[in-house]
Structure formats: C-alpha cells, structure tokens
C-alpha cells in the first residue's frame, strides 16, 4: 500500500501563528515543544512535508523544520490549492491547515485537520479538530489521530 501524505502548513499549525517583530522586522516565532514527538511516532510509515506562505519569516520556519529532521517549501496561499492538486492529489493526502485558504483543500482531501484555534472556515472544512491548540500540541494530537484512524494504532516503538 502506498504511504499516505501528510501536509502540514506552518504559521497557525506548527507554531502559534504569532509573528515577533523588532525594529529590524520578523525576528521570532513560536513553536511547541510536543509537535515534534508526535511526527516522530509516524515518520516511518507516513510522508510528511511542511508548507509556509510566510516568505519574511521563511529562514524561521526553515531552520525549525530542519531542526526536526524535515523540508518546508515556500508556497503561497493564492498557489496552494494548484501546488497540493499538482504535487501530491487529494485521494491520499491528509491536511493540516488553519487558514481562510485552507478550507478548499482540508475539504477535498482524504482527512482534513484543523487546531482547535483555526479560522472558523479552517474548522468547519475539517474531518477533525484538535483538543490542542496551535504551536501547543495540535499537531501531536493530529499524529496520533492519524495512527488511530489509518496506521491501525501501531506503534512505532
């Protein structure tokens, strides 16, 4: 069987969606320190690729991403129904996003999820909601629900 995708967004999914600015423009973000366990527990048996439309806050994202082991790509929010259509279709995907230009796609791909602190149209285009919030969990809640529901609750131990 083909592994299943899971895309996750970046600002509003991973972190906490607040930008940090000083004086010299976008300095900081924040993460959560749960998010990387749960990507851990199915790595193996999922591909997982991060997408940010933050081109300012960019090096950010990238060096956490990195950090955890994975990729992120630059797409916009306006090219990001066209990117997921043409780089990875809707039927084995699953999608986590929190924004207005989220919903098309959390809709109609196999398993949309959403933080519970997503944009209302995020949350009502979902599959599923996390009890955690953004860049506090939610996407650790949004692993192990995946385990559930398609890995048949196996451990990767």
């Known amino acids: 069987m083909e592994k299943l995708n899971f895309i ?5 999914v991973l972190t906490t969606g607040h930008f940090l600015y000083s004086i010299e423009g976008k300095a900081y973000k924040i993460f959560g320190p749960h998010d990387a366990d ?10 997982i690729k991060f997408i940010s439309a933050d081109k300012r806050g960019f090096q950010i994202t990238e060096r956490r991403i990195q950090d955890m082991g994975f990729t992120v790509e630059l797409v916009s929010e306006k090219d990001r129904l066209n990117f997921f259509k ?4 809707f039927e084995n995907s699953i999608f986590m996003g929190d924004g207005i230009f989220d919903a098309e796609i959390l809709k109609r791909c196999k398993f949309g999820i959403a ?5 209302k149209e995020a949350k009502a285009a979902a599959h599923f909601i996390t009890e955690s919030k ?5 996407v650790c ?6 385990e559930k529901r398609f890995l048949n609750g196996a451990k990767n131990d």
């Not at 043409?86 to 279709?89: I, K, V």
């Open 38 to 47: 749960g990507l851990n527990k199915i790595k193996d048996r999922v591909n």
């Open 115 to 119: 933080p519970i602190n997503a944009r």
């Open 134 to 138: 953004s860049g506090e969990g939610a």
């Open 86 to 89: 043409e780089r990875y279709g």
């Open 141 to 146: 809640d949004a692993c192990l629900e995946i």
């Open 8 to 12: 996750l967004d970046v600002d509003g």
